[in-house]
């Protein structure tokens, strides 16, 4: 149980393009979902919590017109990198929380995406 | 605000080595969580442990052991008899607050050799 899939695994684009994400709870409901984002060789960074049915809260320092968050399901949150450049290259993790097991607390985490922008 | 730290950046020992990831964090809450996660080279980050601030017991499971002392606010984690599986960059984590979000240490890379 608490599967998290994360599509694509790896992705390759130009500068200049949107790239986006998508972030699936498989076996349970999921209100709240969270992005990270990883530089190599250094620890996760929050982004923003996506919450479904509104708007996502992101942290400080994230330009959220860059990167657009939607959680239109209990089960799928998507991330979006608009006008991808170099400097977005980055591995990006999502995580869930169990809707239902809220009190539990736990994040389980999709396997990645590393994005690269040429 | 929490914080947490993970002094040791880099640990390597060798396989059936036991090995000990120390974990130390501030906190302003009285009731409070803490994780342990491991991502392994493929980088899906794995949940090992949820501990509950009330609760002082020592956990064990498996080759894991972790020990949390509130007096000292250290949540370490101990792998005994240690494999090449266990080779990973392993996160201690208190959550923000009750909304859950997680604030990771700088993490420790454990490098297990045969």
């Known amino acids: 149980g608490a599967v998290v899939s994360q599509h694509p695994s790896r992705v390759i684009c130009k500068s200049g393009t949107s790239v986006k994400i998508e972030c699936r709870s498989l076996?349970?409901?999921?209100?709240?979902m969270f992005w990270y984002r990883q530089f190599p060789k250094q620890s996760l960074m929050l982004m923003a919590t996506?919450?479904?049915?509104?708007?996502?809260?992101?942290e400080q320092g994230v330009e959220k017109d860059k990167f657009l968050i939607n959680h239109a399901s209990l089960t799928l949150s998507t991330l979006t990198v608009t006008s991808a450049h170099p400097e977005d290259s980055s591995f990006y993790i999502c995580?869930?929380?169990?809707?239902?097991?809220?009190?539990?607390?736990?994040?389980?985490f999709g396997a990645g995406t590393r994005l690269s922008v040429l | 605000a929490q914080k947490v730290t993970q002094a040791q950046t880099e640990i390597s020992v060798v396989e059936k080595e036991d090995v000990t990831l120390d974990c130390v964090y501030e906190?302003?809450?009285?009731?409070?969580?803490l994780f342990w996660y491991k991502q392994p080279p493929s980088g899906e980050l794995v949940f090992l442990i949820r501990?509950?601030?009330?609760?002082?017991q020592n956990e064990i499971s498996g080759r894991y052991s972790w020990n949390f002392q509130k007096s000292t606010s250290s949540f370490n984690f101990t792998i005994t008899a240690s494999q090449v599986v266990d080779s990973a960059v392993y996160f201690c984590?208190?959550?923000?607050?009750?909304?859950?979000?997680?604030?990771f240490g700088q993490g420790t890379e454990l490098s297990v050799k045969p």
């Open positions: 996506s919450n479904e049915g509104s708007k996502a809260t992101y």
């Open positions: 906190t302003r809450d009285t009731t409070y969580y």
């Open positions: 076996d349970f409901q999921a209100t709240t």
């Open positions: 984590a208190p959550p923000y607050n009750q909304g859950g979000k997680l604030i």
């Open positions: 995580s869930a929380r169990d809707s239902v097991r809220e009190t539990v607390n736990i994040q389980y």
């Open positions: 501990r509950n601030s009330f609760d002082e």
